[in-house]
């Protein structure tokens, strides 16, 4: 039975305090001018930390039916970590999900997949689901490692005590992100059907885990790329910034 999708923005470093609130009040109108929508799809958005409580306080105001997550968490419950924001901050402040390991934070912070893994594991601690994030480069794909890669990422990423419940997986091929180039949906199939695979071996309940693809999603080719076999949602960056085009990826689907 196909999963219900997940519909995820992920707004990365982008807005103010009032412009991510009239973002989250403005997907809030539109759910709820399409009560259908809901039957269909969950909604998560995932603000800049700083603006995670108005927006928090703006979905909850208007009782709409869409969850607040973090863009990332620490390893760590609180202490001497400057600038990092530990899971229950992210949960004191009204979260329900967590983004980990997104290929800008590999890329640009260093992070490992042990350190994604470590992150998850505390994140599964304080009630988070985590978001966890694989995908290769276009260097990697072009030399045919694609599979390699995200196996390793999926390998060593995924903490003891991960499942359905509390883990969504999203495959984001590097160069699709931000690029207006997404996979192929023959790529795209491909690769959620090896991770499904690979997810059927590590865990009990490896058919009811998301894997979400992310890369250049955009309402103009969600129904080609959220109707894939596997493909049980969307982390969307550049269109999760404007109500219509965010709505419109669910409306696609
Ligand atoms: P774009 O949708 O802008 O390509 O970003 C994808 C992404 O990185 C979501 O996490």
């Known amino acids: 039975m196909a999963l219900k999708k997940l519909i995820a923005g992920n707004w990365k470093m982008n807005g103010t305090t009032q412009s991510a609130m009239s973002l989250a009040q403005d ?3 539109a759910l709820a001018g399409s009560p259908a929508l809901g039957d269909r799809c969950d909604f998560l958005v995932c603000p800049p930390a700083v603006h995670i409580p108005a927006v928090r306080q703006a979905v909850t105001k208007q ?3 869409l969850a607040v997550g973090g863009q990332d968490c620490a390893a760590f419950e609180k202490g001497a970590y400057t600038g990092d ?6 949960k ?3 979260c329900d999900y967590v983004i980990l390991g ?3 934070r590999r890329t640009i912070h260093g992070e490992t997949s042990a350190l994604v893994q470590a992150k998850a594991k505390h994140a599964h601690d304080w009630g988070l689901v985590t978001i966890i994030c694989v995908g290769e ?4 794909r072009d030399a045919g490692e694609a599979f390699n890669v995200v196996a390793g990422q999926l390998a060593g990423s995924l903490p003891a ?3 359905a419940s509390n883990t969504v997986i999203a495959y984001e091929p590097v160069w699709a992100i931000g690029t207006g ?7 795209v199939e491909a690769m959620h059907r090896f991770i499904w695979e690979k997810l059927q071996e590590k865990l009990e309940d490896f058919g009811k885990m998301r894997i979400l693809y992310g890369g250049s999603v955009k309402p103009d080719n969600a129904a080609a790329l959220l109707t894939i076999e596997n493909v049980d949602g969307a982390l969307i960056g550049g269109a999760s910034l404007k109500a219509g085009d965010f709505i419109g990826i669910a409306k696609a689907v």
């Open 85 to 90: 924001i530990a899971a229950p901050m992210l």
């Open 161 to 163: 005590g991960a499942d």
């Open 102 to 104: 997104h290929s800008e």
């Open 27 to 29: 997907i809030g109108d």
């Open 92 to 94: 004191d402040a009204g």
């Open 63 to 65: 009782g709409a039916p």
């Open 137 to 140: 480069q276009e260097s990697e």
């Open 181 to 187: 180039k997404s996979a192929t949906p023959q790529d």
